[in-house]
Protein backbone atom coordinates (compact mmCIF):
# COMPACT_ATOMS: atom_id res chain seq x y z
CA UNK A 1 0.00 0.00 0.00
CA UNK A 2 3.10 1.81 0.64
CA UNK A 3 4.50 1.60 -2.63
CA UNK A 4 1.24 2.58 -4.37
CA UNK A 5 1.32 6.06 -3.56
CA UNK A 6 4.49 6.37 -5.82
CA UNK A 7 2.60 4.55 -8.64
CA UNK A 8 1.27 7.94 -10.43
CA UNK A 9 4.92 9.21 -10.73
CA UNK A 10 6.64 5.92 -11.22
CA UNK A 11 4.23 4.37 -13.89
CA UNK A 12 4.93 6.69 -16.85
CA UNK A 13 8.73 6.30 -16.72
CA UNK A 14 7.84 2.24 -16.42
CA UNK A 15 5.67 2.11 -19.47
CA UNK A 16 7.13 5.06 -21.55
CA UNK A 17 8.86 2.08 -23.76
CA UNK A 18 6.26 -0.08 -24.05
CA UNK A 19 3.72 2.72 -24.93
CA UNK A 20 5.84 4.07 -27.47
CA UNK A 21 6.16 0.69 -28.86
CA UNK A 22 2.38 0.62 -28.88
CA UNK A 23 1.86 3.47 -30.42
CA UNK A 24 4.02 2.63 -33.06
CA UNK A 25 2.32 -0.38 -34.24
CA UNK A 26 0.57 -0.25 -37.27
CA UNK A 27 -0.40 -4.21 -37.48
CA UNK A 28 -1.47 -7.35 -35.24
CA UNK A 29 2.36 -8.64 -35.79
CA UNK A 30 3.75 -4.85 -34.43
CA UNK A 31 1.09 -5.30 -31.60
CA UNK A 32 2.58 -8.98 -30.78
CA UNK A 33 5.98 -7.83 -31.14
CA UNK A 34 5.21 -4.90 -28.53
CA UNK A 35 3.50 -7.51 -26.29
CA UNK A 36 6.49 -10.01 -26.59
CA UNK A 37 9.12 -6.96 -25.62
CA UNK A 38 7.01 -6.23 -22.55
CA UNK A 39 6.00 -9.05 -20.77
CA UNK A 40 7.49 -11.84 -18.94
CA UNK A 41 8.48 -14.94 -20.98
CA UNK A 42 6.35 -17.35 -19.61
CA UNK A 43 3.12 -14.84 -19.50
CA UNK A 44 3.74 -14.12 -23.40
CA UNK A 45 4.52 -17.88 -24.37
CA UNK A 46 1.03 -18.81 -22.44
CA UNK A 47 -1.01 -16.38 -24.27
CA UNK A 48 0.95 -16.65 -27.43
CA UNK A 49 0.71 -20.54 -28.00
CA UNK A 50 -2.66 -22.64 -28.76
CA UNK A 51 -4.14 -25.85 -26.39
CA UNK A 52 -2.90 -28.87 -27.37
CA UNK A 53 -1.24 -29.62 -30.99
CA UNK A 54 -2.24 -25.58 -31.67
CA UNK A 55 -4.37 -26.84 -34.89
CA UNK A 56 -6.97 -24.01 -34.35
CA UNK A 57 -4.39 -21.35 -33.74
CA UNK A 58 -2.87 -22.21 -36.89
CA UNK A 59 -5.74 -22.58 -38.66
CA UNK A 60 -6.99 -19.36 -37.28
CA UNK A 61 -3.86 -17.46 -38.09
CA UNK A 62 -4.09 -19.12 -41.77
CA UNK A 63 -7.64 -17.60 -41.91
CA UNK A 64 -7.06 -14.27 -40.50
CA UNK A 65 -3.74 -14.20 -43.20
CA UNK A 66 -6.67 -14.27 -46.41
CA UNK A 67 -8.27 -11.52 -45.19
CA UNK A 68 -7.23 -8.28 -46.69
CA UNK A 69 -8.05 -4.55 -45.31
CA UNK A 70 -8.66 -1.65 -47.56
CA UNK A 71 -7.82 1.37 -45.60
CA UNK A 72 -10.51 3.56 -47.52
CA UNK A 73 -13.39 1.15 -47.15
CA UNK A 74 -15.18 2.80 -44.11
CA UNK A 75 -13.62 6.57 -45.35
CA UNK A 76 -16.28 8.96 -44.47
CA UNK A 77 -18.14 7.34 -42.06
CA UNK A 78 -17.93 9.96 -38.46
CA UNK A 79 -17.94 8.51 -34.56
CA UNK A 80 -19.31 7.25 -33.15
CA UNK A 81 -19.88 4.14 -35.07
CA UNK A 82 -22.47 1.58 -33.87
CA UNK A 83 -20.76 -1.24 -34.00
CA UNK A 84 -23.52 -3.22 -31.67
CA UNK A 85 -25.02 -6.43 -32.45
CA UNK A 86 -26.12 -9.48 -31.25
CA UNK A 87 -23.61 -12.70 -29.70
CA UNK A 88 -25.41 -15.60 -28.62
CA UNK A 89 -28.87 -13.90 -28.13
CA UNK A 90 -27.32 -10.58 -25.76
CA UNK A 91 -26.90 -7.27 -26.77
CA UNK A 92 -23.56 -6.37 -26.84
CA UNK A 93 -21.84 -3.43 -27.47
CA UNK A 94 -18.55 -4.47 -29.83
CA UNK A 95 -18.33 -7.64 -31.75
CA UNK A 96 -15.89 -9.39 -29.96
CA UNK A 97 -15.09 -10.27 -26.76
CA UNK A 98 -12.12 -11.41 -24.02
CA UNK A 99 -11.75 -14.84 -24.25
CA UNK A 100 -10.94 -17.02 -21.26
CA UNK A 101 -7.32 -17.61 -20.26
CA UNK A 102 -7.50 -20.04 -17.31
CA UNK A 103 -5.09 -17.04 -15.62
CA UNK A 104 -5.55 -14.05 -15.64
CA UNK A 105 -3.81 -13.23 -11.86
CA UNK A 106 -0.41 -13.75 -14.20
CA UNK A 107 -0.94 -11.59 -15.90
CA UNK A 108 -2.61 -8.36 -14.09
CA UNK A 109 -3.33 -8.40 -10.05
CA UNK A 110 -7.50 -7.99 -11.08
CA UNK A 111 -7.18 -11.49 -12.65
CA UNK A 112 -10.58 -12.76 -13.85
CA UNK A 113 -12.12 -9.45 -12.13
CA UNK A 114 -10.33 -7.01 -13.45
CA UNK A 115 -11.27 -8.88 -17.29
CA UNK A 116 -14.71 -9.05 -16.50
CA UNK A 117 -14.68 -5.01 -15.76
CA UNK A 118 -13.35 -4.35 -18.62
CA UNK A 119 -15.42 -6.14 -21.02
CA UNK A 120 -18.58 -4.31 -19.39
CA UNK A 121 -17.14 -1.02 -19.19
CA UNK A 122 -16.93 -1.59 -22.93
CA UNK A 123 -20.33 -3.11 -23.57
CA UNK A 124 -18.78 -6.84 -24.24
CA UNK A 125 -19.42 -10.16 -23.09
CA UNK A 126 -17.05 -12.29 -20.70
CA UNK A 127 -16.45 -15.75 -20.88
CA UNK A 128 -14.98 -17.31 -17.43
CA UNK A 129 -12.84 -19.82 -17.65
CA UNK A 130 -13.66 -23.23 -15.95
CA UNK A 131 -9.58 -23.11 -14.51
Not at 17 to 27: D, H, I, M
Not at 39 to 54: C, I, N, Q, S, T
Not at 94 to 104: E, I
Request: glycine share 6%.
Amino acid sequence: KVLSLLTPAVRPLVNWNAERRLAAAVNVADVRDAAKARAHKMVFDYLDAGADDEITLRRNKDAFSQIELHYRVLAGLKPPLDLSTRIMGNDVDVPFFPSPTAGSMMFHRDGEKGVARAARSHGAMYCLSTM
